[in-house]
């Protein structure tokens, strides 16, 4: 277990503490241009701390063959609307454990939901459009930071306490991402993680919801 303190001894156990906690993802090579998107949070061990996670109402947005944003990290039970402004139908769907679904065919000006009901990484894709692609990662913790475009990461108002440190790297394998997992222990006003090294993500072309290549359309017209 990876002990981390600042500002107060560890061993105390004063509930009312919350500290800061940070940190810093190092994405090999350290050269990229754009580094890609990053989410890292807190599970906590504590079967007595409360979990103020409280469901939402979300969009995600399809415009121009666009997700937007590409992103979204919700509070497990949230629903999340999917409407298509685009002129041309649109068939949503993610076959990944995090949240399983096919929303069928729909056309321009309509909307569709799906409750993520279930804690995991949801990878959104379009069945017609194969640029099209998104992520929604489900929690059940309100302790989470999306990393910036330094790989900096920041979780306020962390408990005192032991928790599971997880980060997922989009194109990451999840057997990487499974090996950044980490015990910790909490205590004081801050935290500091440091650096937190990882592999270069390997991405792979993504299938449609049929488990095929998608259809290379000469002639597109939509």
């Not at 041309?88 to 399983?100: A, C, E, K, P, T």
Request: charged residues 20%; contains cysteine.
């Amino acid at each position: 277990m990876l002990a981390l303190a600042s500002g107060a001894a560890l061993g105390c156990s004063n509930p009312l503490r919350a500290a800061e906690v940070s940190g810093h993802l190092s994405i090999k090579p350290p050269a990229q241009e754009k580094p890609p998107a990053a989410v890292i949070w807190l599970k906590s061990l504590r079967e007595d701390l409360p979990r103020p996670v409280t469901p939402g109402r979300f969009t995600l947005l399809q415009k121009n063959k666009t997700f937007t944003p590409h992103l979204l990290v919700v509070p497990l039970g949230s629903s999340v609307a999917f409407p298509n402004t685009d002129p041309f139908f649109h068939n949503v769907f993610s076959l990944f454990d995090g949240r399983r679904f096919d929303l069928g065919l729909y056309e321009a000006g309509s909307t569709r939901s799906v409750v993520f009901s279930r804690e995991g990484v949801s990878y959104i894709f379009c069945n017609i459009h194969s640029e099209m692609s998104a992520v929604v990662i489900t929690l059940n913790t309100p302790y989470y930071s999306i990393a910036d475009s330094k790989g900096e990461f920041r979780i306020a108002s962390v408990p005192d306490g032991d928790y599971d440190l997880h980060i997922w790297i989009e194109g990451q394998r999840q057997n990487a991402l499974d090996k950044q997992t980490r015990r910790i222990h909490i205590s004081g006003d801050s935290a500091d993680l440091g650096e937190i090294r990882s592999d270069q993500p390997d991405r792979e072309p993504h299938h449609n919801k049929f488990g095929r290549s998608y259809d290379v359309d000469t002639h597109p017209i939509y």
